[in-house]
Nanobody
């Protein structure tokens, strides 16, 4: 079983950058695709980005394409989400998840507890 811990959240100004980390323990990290999702108050959890287990494929939501970059370091059992040009609408709790390579939450088996990102206007 894989345990995931997110870090790097916080308060950032509009136009700023932030890098989130998702560190795994247990299981075989390199067997899983990793996805980032986010959930704003009163809204459903939505897909942000995903990276395949082999690190050769990535997916992005249209709303973050060109601004966010997902990457992984299997040696460090960590996946990163670099967020640039942040907007107030990026404010949410960000979750990482391990599972099959997909934009759908139901394809992911393991979830972290989330980290809050707040973008001030």
């Amino acid at each position: 079983q894989v345990q995931l811990v997110e870090s790097g959240g916080g308060l950032v100004q509009t136009g700023g950058s932030r890098r989130l980390s998702c560190t795994a323990s247990g299981g075989t990290f390199s067997n899983y695709a990793i996805g980032w999702f986010r959930q704003a108050p009163g809204k459903e959890r939505q897909f942000v980005a995903a990276i395949s287990w082999s690190d050769t494929s990535t997916l992005y939501a249209d709303s973050v394409k060109g601004r966010f970059t997902i990457s992984r370091d299997n040696a460090k059992i960590t996946v990163y989400l670099l967020m640039n040009s942040l907007k107030p609408e990026d404010t949410a709790v960000y979750y990482c998840a391990a599972g099959a390579y997909s934009v759908r939450t139901t394809f992911y088996d393991y979830w972290g507890q989330g980290t809050q990102v707040t973008v001030s206007s």
